[in-house]
């Protein structure tokens, strides 16, 4: 059984800014994304006429399905926070 990561979200009532797509992506798949995010990064910074980072492009993974670098960030960095503060006793108990 492979383990999902918590980047997967069912749009419920999809506005204009969320995502069409149920991205559900397992941990290696995560772990290459955010590889190609940081090679173009440093491509980035050490050539500067390497091709841009546009935060509109897309995943280059075929199971993303064209899921945009700003929408991947946003759901990984939201999931990340989830994940850290569900176990985490509340401050008023």
């Given at each position: 059984m492979t383990s999902r990561?918590?980047?997967s979200e069912k749009?419920?009532?999809?506005?204009?800014?969320?995502s069409p797509q149920n991205?559900?992506?397992n941990i290696a798949e995560v772990r290459?994304?955010?590889?190609?995010?940081?090679?173009?990064?440093?491509e980035v910074q050490q050539d500067?006429?390497?091709k841009p980072l546009y935060l509109s492009s897309t995943l280059?993974?075929?199971?993303?399905?064209g899921t945009r670098l700003d929408d991947f960030a946003?759901?990984?960095?939201?999931a990340h926070h989830q994940k850290r503060h569900s176990?985490?006793?509340s401050a008023t108990s």
């Open positions: 990561c918590c980047v749009a419920k009532g999809a506005t204009a800014l969320e991205l559900s992506l290459k994304a955010l590889a190609s995010l940081r090679k173009g990064w440093e500067p006429r390497s280059p993974l075929p199971s993303a399905q946003l759901r990984f960095v939201l176990g985490a006793p």
